[in-house]
């Protein structure tokens, strides 16, 4: 299987609001952990929150309450809800199955500026 496809980045205002898509063949597998990262720009790249078959899920503290991470209707899509956004939250934002193991996309830019 090919890299997982990212988008729905883009400019955005600081409190407002946007929703990633990744596109990943492994989010139908019946066991599976599918993971959202973000690099900030001349930062390490870090773990935001992963999402597990039985839809048990984990954040970032930096983003809890903030962000959701969920499986689409259809079998191969990832989203991520981001509402309150902050100019820190700007970051190259890249989809990841965790198990299977999967490999890394090209990411999406997501920029949060007035």
């Known amino acids: 299987q090919g890299q997982p496809v990212e988008s729905g980045g883009g400019l955005v205002q600081p409190g407002g609001s946007l929703r990633l898509s990744c596109a990943a063949s492994?989010?139908?597998?019946?066991?599976?952990?599918m993971a959202w990262y973000r690099q900030p720009p001349g930062k390490q790249r870090e773990l935001v929150a992963t999402?597990?078959?039985?839809?048990?899920?984990t954040y970032e503290d930096s983003v809890k309450g903030r962000f959701t991470i969920s499986r689409g209707a259809a079998k191969n899509t990832l989203y991520l809800q981001m509402n309150s956004l902050k100019p820190e939250d700007t970051a190259v934002y890249y989809c990841?199955?965790?198990?299977?193991?999967?490999?890394w996309g090209q990411g999406t830019q997501v920029t949060v500026s007035s």
């Open positions: 990841k199955a965790l198990f299977p193991y999967g490999e």
């Open positions: 492994v989010v139908g597998f019946s066991d599976n952990v």
């Open positions: 999402i597990r078959s039985d839809n048990t899920t």
